[in-house]
């Protein structure tokens, strides 16, 4: 790809890894490591325990993931029996979606090996994951819930694990899984390589850090509230009762583009997504009303570029990684500003492009000006012209029948309490309050933050200052 943030110097045949490896590397259309990549693959090659402070969407996928599977290479089977499949690495997300990218992404690195890789996440019947365990695979991926109930259940041992990775770290406390990380630690081989990424380093990270990992290396790509410098961001002010219209407006101005809309509410979601639907545009809904399976084929129907506009909220969209998404929109502006930051995160990855769109009205204005507080710049912003026409269909999704107070249910609940313990049968993903970790001031061994900046897309017919171009 073109537009990567890269590094320039090394290429991926310079990290000493295994043809099988390369070759899968090579067919993804990767040429060079991005910076944590670069960073990461070597010193995990050496064995060595790392903390490395790395957000989705900078190619941590496989800096860990190549390591791990160059590792195991030697011991790799292409024997049918089970034992000779033994769990080996295991990898532990905050969240199923994660999981299941991740588990995607190793499968592709995999392919030229006999390596085994599985899946196991929560919310969907155990008894469909254990066949597939028994077969063997040594590359497991897991929520830490149901790797759990995996073990009660007697359905894996985790005997033989070598390597561990606890992949977005402060996600998973965030989320409470803390005791559950603990037990299952105990479970593993005290020998072992423990490899940790994590957005934030917040205190109570440094101390998983030191209670699990032995001397590690400390690397860092990136500031945790930096907006990636290739994200274009644009704010347009517009009166609540036209946001429906105005989005409509953008969307049709450029109706090839596939856009995440982000909403702060589950009720706003469903209701956007159908009003939008009503509009002619391929849209679906993914928040946490939704079951497993929904959020699965409306995910998958976006990757696969069915679904042109998908409407999160965001819980709901949390780790998701979308190849190449160009578009983001915040339909409303989150109140907590590190919301801001996660979701135009969604654009822009691995340093592709990016447009990140929000439309903002008068009472949203404090959370904006919270925002660029925190961002550490202005985002250019411009009076949005809604068409008369547009405007008369634009209420479905702002003033529906529904009460006001459900309405405003926000889904990440951060007034909650944090949660400690795990319930089995429920999907702690969407219960669970999110808190983004504060910055640290960890010391920093390294840093390779080295965004390029690349050339912004001309969507909406261009998004200079003060560009009419809304109105088609
Ligand atoms: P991750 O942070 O692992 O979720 O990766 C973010 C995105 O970057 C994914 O879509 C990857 O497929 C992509 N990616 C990972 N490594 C590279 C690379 N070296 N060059 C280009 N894209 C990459």
Not at 6 to 22: C, N, Q, S, V, Y
Not at 87 to 100: F, H, M, Y
Not at 330 to 357: F, K, L, M, Q, W
Not at 448 to 469: E, I, M, W, Y
Request: glycine share 6%; hydrophobic share 40%; with cysteine.
């Amino acid at each position: 790809m073109e537009t990567m943030t890269t590094t320039t110097e090394i290429k991926f045949d310079m990290l000493g890894l295994a043809a099988p490896l390369l070759k899968a590397v090579s067919e993804t259309g990767y040429t060079t490591p991005t910076p944590i990549q670069a960073k990461a693959i070597p010193l995990a090659l050496r064995g060595l325990d790392l903390m490395a402070g790395a957000q989705t969407g900078t190619g941590k996928t496989a800096a860990f993931a190549l390591p791990i599977l160059q590792k195991l290479l030697p011991l790799a089977s292409s024997s049918t029996s089970p034992a000779k499949h033994p769990i080996r690495a295991l990898v532990l997300t905050p969240t199923r979606e994660l999981a299941i990218q991740v588990e995607e992404s190793i499968k592709v690195y995999a392919k030229h090996t006999p390596l085994r890789s599985l899946v196991v996440f929560g919310g969907v019947d155990i008894k469909t994951q254990t066949p597939h365990l028994k077969t063997g695979v040594e590359v497991l991926v897991a929520t830490p819930g149901r790797l759990l109930d995996h073990v009660e259940q007697k359905t894996l041992n985790l005997g033989q694990v070598q390597i561990l990775v606890l992949d977005e770290a402060d996600r998973m406390l965030d989320m409470g899984f803390m005791p559950d990380l603990k037990r299952i630690l105990a479970l593993l081989p005290k020998q072992r390589q423990n490899l940790m990424f994590s957005a934030t380093f917040s205190n109570e990270i440094k101390k998983l850090a030191d209670d699990f990992l032995t001397n590690p290396t400390l690397i860092e790509v990136a500031r945790s509230n930096a907006t990636a410098e290739n994200v274009t961001q644009k704010v347009y002010l517009v009166e609540q009762s036209s946001k429906q219209a105005l989005l409509t407006q953008l969307l049709q101005a450029d109706d090839s583009k596939q856009v995440i809309i982000f909403t702060k509410t589950k009720l706003t979601a469903s209701r956007l997504s159908r009003a939008l639907q009503k509009e002619g545009i391929a849209a679906d809904a993914i928040h946490g009303d939704k079951s497993q399976k929904e959020r699965i084929e409306a995910l998958d129907a976006f990757k696969a570029g069915k679904i042109m506009a998908l409407v999160a909220t965001d819980v709901a969209a949390r780790g998701l990684d979308i190849d190449q998404l160009p578009m983001v929109i915040n339909y409303e502006i989150p109140s907590a500003p590190e919301d801001y930051v996660h979701r135009i995160g969604r654009t822009g990855r691995a340093g592709a492009s990016g447009v990140a769109i929000s439309l903002v009205c008068e009472d949203e204005e404090k959370y904006l000006a919270e925002i660029e507080k925190l961002i550490k710049r202005t985002i250019d912003k411009e009076k949005a012209e809604v068409k008369a026409s547009a405007r008369k269909t634009s209420h479905r999704a702002t003033r529906g029948p529904a009460k006001r107070d459900e309405d405003h249910a926000i889904e990440s609940n951060r007034a909650k309490p944090r949660q400690t313990a795990r319930k089995p049968s429920a999907d702690p993903w969407f219960d669970k309050p999110y808190e983004p970790a504060a910055n640290s001031n960890s010391k920093v061994i390294s840093s390779l933050s080295s965004t390029r900046k690349a050339p912004v897309a001309a969507l909406l017919g261009g998004l200079k200052s003060g560009s009419p171009k809304l109105n088609k």
